[in-house]
């Protein structure tokens, strides 16, 4: 896992940033830079009797951090970006929220499947290994991390991660890939990012690896309290502000989180990580708060369901976009707000294969989705019902998000 400190534009514009501070109770606006980042204030110091007191410090900066569900590829989703000429091409499946993925501060992929390419033999289910187009897809959609420590990470054992972390480096090693390792100082790396000159740490975890034996105890991060403590001190110790834990974790299926997640989740809170998204259970999970041990109210997407795949149920059409926006200050980093933005894959063919927000579907695409169909049926209005069944009282069923402050 390669550490990087780089530079990205923030995600909102000033009249965006305005309204989400309204919204979230503090004020989001800049002040007017200049030479030194900030404007230069006169203060008359009443305590020393007078002349100029400290220049104040400067403003809180605000970023947004956003994560997607599992990039679950089976063998039809990997079908769709086989062009006629023989190439791959994967934009499609991210086209309808590029946007928003490639506007947020810090973008994270869920990455289910192993991308170690071609020369491995691609594959689905069981045994996945994708096409590394999808990466460059990812890239050019916006993603700046990916989150793989999951039950599929060893597919293809270590061949297949040395493949996959080998493309990212030569292909583009600005990119943070957590979770996954091919050497022991590549796992002792703490996986941290810089924005805007404050940095946060994405750590990734799994709990299990479909009963394939660690090749190497450092290959797939896996869930363990002495680690978790550990990764945390370690990201605290690179200037990490913001810590954001993606477990892979839960009962596939099930729409609500067990005994398991909520252990890990208090372990994960309790060793100081300040936002917790999970996945694996392919079907969207509720929200929550929780309280550490310190007294911090610590924000849970409990799972944010497929982003693609060729799953074939409502419930695993319907995903989430988790979207987290924090206040750096001081050496410090707050949560401000969360919101959860439901979205749905659209089953069809070729490249017209794709995941939209939710808000943004209508009945005639719905009529069109090669899903399985119930008696009930397949319709949006049953995508935003399920989304309202599982998120509560505080989803909206006309913009399709659930919006939490701080």
């Known amino acids: 896992m390669a550490r990087m400190m780089l530079t990205r534009r923030s995600f909102f514009s000033a009249a965006a940033l305005a309204g989400l501070g309204a919204l979230a109770g503090c004020s989001a606006g800049r002040e007017p830079e200049g030479e030194s980042g900030r404007e230069a204030v006169t203060v008359y110091d009443q305590a020393s009797g007078g002349g100029e007191a400290a220049e104040p410090a400067p403003s809180p900066v605000e970023l947004e951090i956003l994560v997607v569900g599992d990039v679950l590829l089976h063998d039809t989703v990997q079908d769709t970006g086989l062009m006629p000429d023989g190439t791959r091409d994967y934009a499609h499946l991210f086209a309808q929220v590029a946007g928003e993925i490639s506007a947020a501060d810090v973008a994270v992929a869920s990455q289910e499947s192993p991308l170690g390419g071609a020369s491995l033999g691609l594959s689905g289910y069981p045994a996945f290994n994708g096409p590394q187009e999808v990466g460059d897809a990812e890239v050019a959609a916006g993603f700046d991390v990916v989150a793989h420590a999951n039950n599929h990470a060893l597919d293809r054992g270590m061949e297949g991660i040395a493949a996959e972390l080998a493309y990212w480096r030569s292909a583009h090693p600005e ?22 000159g404050h940095v946060v740490a994405v750590l990734s975890y ?8 660690l090749p190497e105890p450092w290959a797939v991060r896996m869930v363990d309290e002495g680690t978790i403590a550990a990764d945390v001190g370690a990201a605290r110790e690179a200037g990490a502000e913001l ?20 252990h890990w989740a208090q372990v994960l809170a309790d060793a100081g990580v300040d936002v917790i998204v999970g996945g694996h259970p392919h079907v969207l999970q509720p929200f929550e708060v929780l309280a550490a041990s310190d007294g911090r109210s610590v924000p849970v997407f409990w799972s944010l369901g497929n982003f693609t795949s060729n799953q ?95």
């Open 312 to 406: 074939n149920d409502l419930e695993t059409m319907v995903g989430g976009m988790a979207r987290v926006r924090a206040s750096f200050a001081n050496g410090g980093a707050s949560v401000t707000e969360c919101r959860l933005t439901a979205l749905v894959t659209h089953k069809a063919a070729g490249t017209a294969f794709t995941t939209y927000r939710l808000a943004d579907y209508t009945e005639e695409l719905a009529a069109a989705n090669n899903v399985h169909v119930t008696e009930d049926g397949f319709s949006r209005q049953a995508c935003v019902d399920f989304c309202a069944g599982i998120l509560g009282d505080g989803f909206d069923p006309v913009s399709c998000e659930l919006a939490w402050q701080a």
């Open 243 to 262: 810590v954001i834990a993606c477990p892979h974790w839960g009962e596939e299926y099930v729409t609500s989180p067990d005994d398991s997640q909520r």
């Open 206 to 213: 799994a709990t299990m690896t479909n009963g394939i034996p």
């Open 175 to 196: 990119v943070l890939v957590t979770g996954i390792a091919d050497s022991r100082e590549a796992a002792d790396e703490p996986p941290v990012i810089e924005r805007e």
